[in-house]
């Protein structure tokens, strides 16, 4: 199969909401990413896949730039959301993040506060907020995040009390409401089980229609099922990106292919 | 085969009885305190023991201003100490890097909490009492023994800041909060029981404290109560202390007496503190 230099850009339909410039990142001397170029389209779900130490968590978290808290963290390049480089001196990290969500691969409610607390923690750490109008944002994240029907009798009840799957969903319903524009999902589905996976997926699916969605996962079956996207790195070098349809069935790298039926990773 | 059992389970037992002699021994030699002190100081425990002052006559005399004093010290410490305390393990574990300094820092912070606290009195004498002319005052005892609890409330909290677990500060980053708010509103309401713990620690160690205070000046024989912080004052420990130096046999009761009444005062101080960290326990799970 011949080589295609993966700077081709691949067909397009709709315009670039995140734009990732010759990224590279390195925790202390150690280079994590080499010069990733990626176009991430508006109201798509791309999906990174990688064996694990790929780099592909260091990238999602240059996204909304989580990755520069690590201790002995950098990074190179140039990140853009709608044009704007999310790195310039003038951006304030905090501001950028209210604006690109991201849920982790563990679920990681607040332990002290209640359902109805946690979804509206954005907001109160943020800024100040009137009761009916809290009221409303609540249900309609967790209508988002499709738990609403499943927690509207026990908002009061701690965040933690919900079993592991709605407390996955209760964590995105927390991204949801600071309204982002943007939502990173880290592994979100690797602490779950297969039933709770697949309400995840579902809803990433619905999600799509409204937020562009970048999504991390271990699972080849996962990215393939919700992503329109997929990106394939290896050692920290982007091997292939295009549409997941193609990259599943006629794989232009070989390495791609090797990965994908099973031979390494 | 069950010869080999019964060999095998020897160390078990052994271990076992092990711990029940380290739990039994420390409570019997407290409870052997508690008996020998309240049944010689019973004559003299009553309320006119705790509303009277001292006196030449030993039947007269109470501990009112010994325990006032210590009131007033515990509460003036714990408003010195806690938010210093506090502080300075915020700034080390949240805002500092890992860095040859903090490690170093660490290190001396470590070393302060094992300077014998006489060392404590004479820097109280010479910085609060003498340069900064605060007197012989409760003000002055309460820096002195804010300074001795300092490196501890700062250990303790540093280590209750480093159970939070790091996933929740991404949470709150991630949801676009800046550095203040995650501390504020994640980080320290997870904190709040062990630095609570820290604080029962450190104010015990505070109440019993004797040697700085006798350096910076706290009196053995007053017939008032501190109206201010800038008022002479004794301390319970100081009290007990000057009655069982006295020759008459009487007084020894009374220090006797007294000794109840401090452990009773350490008792209320850190039941109400493990209550009110049980509550924030509670408010979290």
Known sequence: MAMISNSTPPPRQSPAKLGVDRVSAWFGTHQVLQDIDMQIGEREVTAIIGPSGCGKSTLIRSLNRMHELSEGARIAGKITLDGADVYARDVDPVMLRRRVGMVFQKPNPFPSMSVRDNVLAGLRLTRSLDNARADEIVEKALHGAALWEEVKDRLAAPGLSLSGGQQQRLCIARSLAVAPEVLLMDEPCSALDPVATSRIEDLIHELKATYTIVIVTHNMQQAARVSDYTAFLLSGDLVEFSETNRLFTSPRDQRTEDYITGKFG | MSDHDTRSRMPERAFFALTIAAVAVPLLVLLFLLVIVTRSGLTRLGW??????????????????????????????????????????????????????????????????????????????????????????????????????????????????????????????????????????????QAYPGILTGAILALARAIGETAPLVVVGALTYITFVPDGVDAPFTALPIQIFNWVSRPQRAFVVNAAAGIVVLLATMLVLNGAAIYLRNRLQKKRA
């Open chain 2, 48 to 189: 006119d023991f705790v509303t009277s002052y001292p006196s030449r006559h030993a039947d007269h005399a109470g501990i009112l201003p010994g325990l006032v004093g210590s009131l007033w010290l515990m509460g003036l410490t714990a408003l010195i100490a806690l938010p210093l305390g506090v502080g300075a393990a915020i700034h080390l574990e949240e805002y500092g890097k890992q860095s040859r300094l903090s490690r170093l820092i660490e290190i001396n912070i470590a070393n302060l909490a094992g300077v014998p606290s006489i060392v404590y009195g004479l820097l109280g004498l010479g910085l609060f009492v003498r340069t900064l002319h605060m007197g012989r005052s409760v003000l002055a005892g309460a820096c002195t023994l804010a300074l001795l609890v300092l490196p501890m409330v700062v250990m303790v909290s540093r280590e209750a800041l480093r159970t939070v677990p790091m996933s929740l500060r991404e949470a709150a980053y991630a949801l676009g909060a800046t550095r203040w708010q995650t501390i504020r509103q994640v980080v320290l309401p």
